[in-house]
């Protein structure tokens, strides 16, 4: 493969899928600064050169750059990779203004709603920064399986096609796969929506259950997707690519969410499972913009209902089940109009 003209870039964000675009970037050869919010862990970082928090095991080269400094991460970067929590976005993209031109590109690794405005990460970019260019990056990225280079694929989004295509191009490599895509509101919405729905796939880990169950809520999970993510604007295709089902099944494989879905499951508190990690669960307020999103636009989510009241009304996840499984009769898919 072709490598690509190296390229000025500032990674936003020290979670484990920030740590592992810095050093894929880096990796490339583009000339990547990263950056993370807080000073004390950023000299951990440069010391261990190691995220024992979020990526244990992974080195971090010596030749990558690390600050705790914005002005500096973004100084004259031609990219700018957004991988911190959604519900953080905007306040370090509030920090940005002043800083930033209309010809750099940023691009959205975050997978969440902003709780309040039920903004996607695109928006929020557009709505601080004004004509600036952007992206979403989503799709089934397990930071450590790509950090230990195991072969992934994602999806770049962008209304303007010559933004996605360069981003493929900087990005792509011979482990990491990138397709293109319009469909900013789908691939965002596919990225956040998954989480809740990946919550009831580890509550039902939790409670036993078995394969069946798991590929009838996958099955049913990406329905709901795409049924709020059609109203709302995007492609029904979308959902059944790498950004909607692709990244669901991975979700509700492994990870956070499905983790966190497991310990309700086996009648753990919400508050007991998020004091055990210090990252963030992004299927939690994401649950909470669902629900609100689906009232708006006057739709129904009965999977990602019922996991939040779980999370939020200490529903017992079993009533939940039975509340699932007594819904009245329905067709698979509605007759065709043809």
Known sequence: MPRAR???????????????LAIHLHALSH????WGAFPEDVQVLKRRRENVKFLPGIRVPRALPITADLAEAVESARIIVLAVPSQYLRGVVQQLKGRVHTDQIFVSAAKGIERGTLKR????????????QVAALSGPNIAMDIAKGQPASSVVASANAEVS???????????????TSDD??????????????????????????GANAKAALITRGIVEIARLGVVMGARDETFRGLSGLGDLITTCLGGRNRWLGEQLGKSKT????????????????????AVALARRF????????????????????????????????????LPSAH
């Open 6 to 20: 190296r390229v000025k870039m500032a990674v936003l964000g020290d979670g484990g899928w920030g740590t592992t």
């Open 31 to 34: 000339r990547v600064t990263w």
């Open 121 to 132: 990460m695109t928006q929020i970019l557009q709505e601080e920064l004004a004509a600036v």
């Open 165 to 179: 295509t360069r981003i493929q191009r900087l990005f792509m490599s011979e482990r990491f796969r990138l397709y």
């Open 184 to 209: 900013v509101i789908g691939v965002e919405l596919g990225g956040a929506l998954k989480n809740p729905v990946a919550i009831a796939a580890g509550i039902g880990d939790g409670l036993g259950f």
């Open 270 to 289: 919400l508050t007991q499972v998020l004091t055990q990690r210090r990252d963030v669960i992004e299927g939690v307020e994401t649950a909470k913009a």
């Open 298 to 333: 006057e739709v129904e989510l009965p999977i990602i209902e019922q996991v939040h009241a779980i999370l939020f009304r200490q529903k017992d996840p079993r009533r939940a089940l039975q509340a699932l499984m007594r819904r009245s009769r329905k067709a698979e898919f």
